[in-house]
């Protein structure tokens, strides 16, 4: 018996890049023509589930004209964390096309970092109208990250933590993690800090989970751990961290308070 013929496979996968590793100009050639047509269905199946380093390549390889049309058809879909991967001043040319109201609701879901470092170069004027259009929460925490000086610790932080007091014990935190719905997207570590927000020490997330549920997280402390002040340098953390090979460090203010972690992410770039 002859057996139909299968039709070879086909894979879905869009040619993103060449094989340089650049953005495939046919790529391009698509998504230009979907924002030409302002076809926001083409665009989507094209875009919308891109990586954000992807997507900031997409753009910068854009024309002008069509990088913030790209942006608005997209609406909700647009991952604003894309313009933390184009060049700066690509970014600042965008960010004056689009309304406040656009560039608001993009960084809104953003992590505190990069919606601090999307917003920090903008003059005041325009800053603050970005700002205005936040709730009172949302405002303040990034208003507290702008505060911190250019080229800070504090400004390329993630003020998002977890942090647990000194009486609490293993199982206590465990049961915290497992039932808080808010918790940090990523995190390798779990600090200890006082009713004040004294940085107290650090605990190692797989520490952590193979201890007994009755020990206190304070007899876990790490003595040797880095420590980041808010104040630091960025090129000068991002020393440090490649000296020490960390991933994370928590980050204090002059008072010895808690106020954030540096990732490796966080400085990658640097």
């Known amino acids: 018996m002859v057996e139909a013929e299968h039709a070879p496979h086909q894979t879905l996968e869009r040619q993103i890049r060449d094989e340089d590793g650049a953005i495939d100009a046919g790529f391009v050639e698509q998504v230009s023509q979907a924002v030409l047509l302002s076809d926001v269905t083409a665009l989507r199946k094209l875009v919308a589930e891109l990586h954000e380093a992807d997507l900031g390549d997409l753009i910068e390889a854009l024309d002008a004209e069509e990088r913030p049309k790209l942006i608005s058809l997209l609406g909700n879909d647009f991952d604003f964390a894309a313009l933390t991967e184009v060049d700066d001043a690509v970014r600042e040319e965008i960010l004056d096309e689009l ?22 170069d903008l003059d005041e004027a325009d800053k603050r109208e970005i700002l205005d259009k936040l709730t009172p929460a949302e405002r303040t925490v990034l208003q507290q990250g702008l505060d911190y000086p250019e080229g800070s610790a504090g400004r390329r932080m993630q003020p998002e933590v977890i942090a647990v007091p000194p009486f609490w014990t293993v199982g206590h935190t465990i049961d915290f993690l497992r039932e808080t719905d808010d918790l940090p997207e990523r995190f ?54 490649q000296r020490y090979n960390l991933v994370a460090a928590p980050v204090i203010d002059a008072a010895g308070r808690l106020v954030g972690v540096m990732t490796i992410d966080d400085i990658v770039d640097v």
Request: aromatic share 6%; net charge negative; hydrophobic share 40%.
């Open 99 to 120: 309304s406040p109201e656009t560039v608001a609701e993009g960084v809104r879901d953003l992590d505190t970092d990069d919606a601090v470092y999307i917003l920090e």
């Open 188 to 241: 390798f570590e779990i600090f200890v800090a006082d009713p004040s927000h004294h940085f107290v020490g650090t605990v190692r997330l797989d520490q952590l989970l193979r201890t007994k549920r009755p020990v206190s997280v304070v007899d876990l402390v790490e003595d040797d751990r880095r420590v980041v002040q808010a104040t630091d340098d960025v090129e000068d953390v991002a020393r440090m961290f």
